[in-house]
């Protein structure tokens, strides 16, 4: 008698362990295709961040996450209203590529409390608190600096030059491109005495504005009072090489460097308009979508994430059907 009652209980035992076996499966099942993603993108301001919004409305879409985004058309209030409507939603995770380094403390501290991990993507903050966002996904913006500055000392070298005046096309102030651009660049050529930066101007990674900095860069300076172009994105460069190529009497050697790698910039390295281009991948999405996975299933996450890039140069043999833009 007594083996059949304990029979009955280890039988009902294992029932009920199987059902909730399975309970907790489905549940996990609901929980993985319901996550949401709260994404705050700075603007469209140019095909690199039109590319980059693509990249990661794909990779939401290949994951099977939702995906709620916003659109700041390049303001930071815009941006901190969307963050908080993403806290208010409660999403699982909120990415926002900030439009300048400062100010989101506040924002972001709420994200904290409400237990929303904060992945930076593109660009960086400027905070004391590095708890406020969990991870960074984008390029090493100082590298990128670096390697412009690395290809015009080669260049100065195979013509020869003995003094080469520079202007330099700055991205948006305060923004973390345009300063670690910035930092890198003059960090190679400074030592270097051939090489004087003459004039930053801020063309906000517009290609409006890299036309208009340009005009009045020439009004200023004549159209040979420069040697060298460093523009800090491939919108503002383009649109500088408009305005170059109608005016009279700028030397044939100008060397121009810009930085992103779309197409169209590549296009014009290979039609020698464009002397180096600086890669800067757009396709941030997969990398991004990767660490969602890893937080919303409980696992620790790397805190920063650059992907491998380069630069295209006229150095290089550009029929290799490798030298592509985005």
């Not at 923004?175 to 101007?201: K, L, N, Y």
Request: glycine share 8%; with cysteine.
């Amino acid at each position: 008698m007594r083996k059949g009652i304990a029979m009955i209980l280890a039988l009902a035992l294992l029932l009920g362990l199987t059902g909730c076996s399975g309970k907790q499966e489905t549940e996990k099942e609901k929980d993985d295709s319901s996550i949401v993603v709260g994404f705050s993108q700075l603007g469209a301001e140019s095909s690199w961040r039109i590319a980059n919004t693509a990249s990661m409305e794909q990779a939401a879409k290949d994951f099977g996450y939702g995906l709620m985004m916003e659109n700041a058309n390049q303001k930071q209030e815009k941006q901190i209203d969307a963050i908080r409507s993403f806290i208010a939603y409660q999403v699982d995770v909120i990415v926002f590529s900030p439009i300048v380094e400062t100010g989101w403390d506040n924002v972001l501290k709420e994200a904290k409390q409400a237990g929303i991990p904060v992945i930076l993507m593109d660009r960086m903050i400027n905070t004391q608190d590095d708890s406020l966002y969990t991870a960074y996904v984008g390029a090493d913006f100082y590298a990128e600096g670096r390697r412009a500055g690395e290809y015009l000392i080669r260049k100065a070298d195979a013509l020869e030059k003995a003094q080469m005046r520079i202007v330099e096309i700055c991205g948006t102030a305060d923004s973390t491109p345009m300063r670690d651009r910035q930092q890198g660049f003059m960090d190679v050529i400074s030592q270097d005495s051939r090489f004087t930066v003459i004039d930053s101007v801020d063309g906000d990674f517009l290609r409006s504005k890299g036309e208009e900095c340009m005009r009045d860069l020439l009004a200023k300076y004549g159209s040979d009072g420069f040697d060298v172009v460093y523009s800090h994105n491939d919108a503002m460069t383009l649109g500088a090489l408009d305005v170059l190529e109608k005016t009279e009497g700028v030397p044939k050697d100008l060397v121009v460097i810009t930085v992103d790698g779309e197409k169209d910039a590549v296009d014009a390295l290979k039609a020698g308009r464009i002397n180096c281009v600086v890669q800067c991948t757009p396709n941030l999405g997969i990398s991004v979508m990767r660490l969602v996975k890893e937080l919303t299933e409980g696992r620790g996450v790397l805190k920063t994430y650059s992907p491998e890039e380069g630069a295209f140069t006229d150095f290089d043999d550009l029929t290799d059907p490798r030298v592509e833009g985005f």
